[in-house]
């Protein structure tokens, strides 16, 4: 079991930036591949960034990309998305979720087994 704490949501004005975190427990945290999704009021869910559990290939939905970085520090079991110039349209709940498969599939919503209880990112125009 895993369990994950997300932080680092809020209200930003639009061009401005947020760090959001997510720390995750137990001992093989670089074992994870790991991913950042948000979701919107009437909308489904989506993938917004994704990294391996090397940290050496990461992925990006096209309306971050040039925007948002993801990262990871293993040895802090935290991974990061970095978010800049930030618009009204990323406003939603921002998950991270953990896929612990031999296969990775980062767009899946179903490939990940493990998500957190969310935070809220709100982009004022």
């Known amino acids: 079991q895993v369990q994950l704490v997300e932080s680092g949501g809020g209200l930003v004005q639009a061009g401005g930036s947020l760090r959001l975190s997510c720390a995750a427990s137990g001992r093989t945290f670089g074992s994870y591949d790991m991913g950042w999704f948000r979701q919107a009021p009437g909308k489904e869910r989506e993938i917004v960034a994704a990294i391996r559990r090397s940290g050496g290939r990461t992925y990006y939905a096209d309306s971050v990309k040039g925007r948002f970085t993801i990262s990871r520090d293993n040895a802090k079991n935290t991974v990061y998305l970095q978010m800049n110039s930030l618009k009204p349209e990323d406003t939603a709940v921002y998950y991270c979720?953990?896929?612990?498969?031999?296969?990775?599939?980062?767009?899946?919503?179903?490939?990940?087994?493990?998500w957190g209880q969310g935070t809220q990112v709100t982009v004022s125009s």
């Open positions: 979720a953990v896929s612990d498969r031999v296969t990775f599939y980062p767009n899946e919503f179903h490939a990940y087994d493990y």
